[in-house]
């Protein structure tokens, strides 16, 4: 790929940042010594990205670049806002839905039938009682 294709994705992923509220200000971008693959230059040059922005951490050394890094990392940190968003959504809709259910109650028919079924049980358990004969 060329320098303005990554370019353009640099711009696409910030333009993504933005629209879920990040600013460029509110993150913290280091570049560090990566290891693993790569022989001299990943020794010699800070290619792995650290990217923080409030409590996520994101680690980033996947190419041999440091700007494909910076621009990985970026998307990997817009990927986990968007799932932790998404997880707050659905949290926030299934104590809704729950509150809701609670607060319906049951039905009269579900209420009817397990009244019965508890009467039912009771006097099973009072036939069960232990009485002595008197014959005996």
């Not at 711009?11 to 993504?16: K, S, T």
């Not at 993150?27 to 010699?44: D, P």
């Amino acid at each position: 790929m060329d320098t303005e294709s990554f370019l353009t994705r640099l711009e696409a992923v910030n333009l993504h940042l933005f629209r879920l509220g990040v600013r460029e200000a509110d993150l913290n971008e280091q570049f560090v010594h990566s290891g693993g693959k790569g022989g001299q230059n990943v020794n010699k040059v800070s290619t792995a990205v650290r990217l923080r922005y409030k409590d996520e951490d994101v680690k980033c050394m996947e190419e041999r670049s440091q700007f494909l890094n910076r621009v990985r990392a970026r998307e990997i940190l817009a990927q986990r806002i968007e799932n932790k968003r998404e997880q707050a959504g659905l949290a926030k809709r299934a104590e809704f839905e729950k509150a809701r259910k609670l607060k319906a109650g049951r039905p009269r028919a579900i209420k009817k039938q397990i009244l019965r079924d508890k009467r039912k049980k009771s006097e099973t358990k009072k036939n069960r009682k232990y009485s002595p004969r008197r014959d005996e």
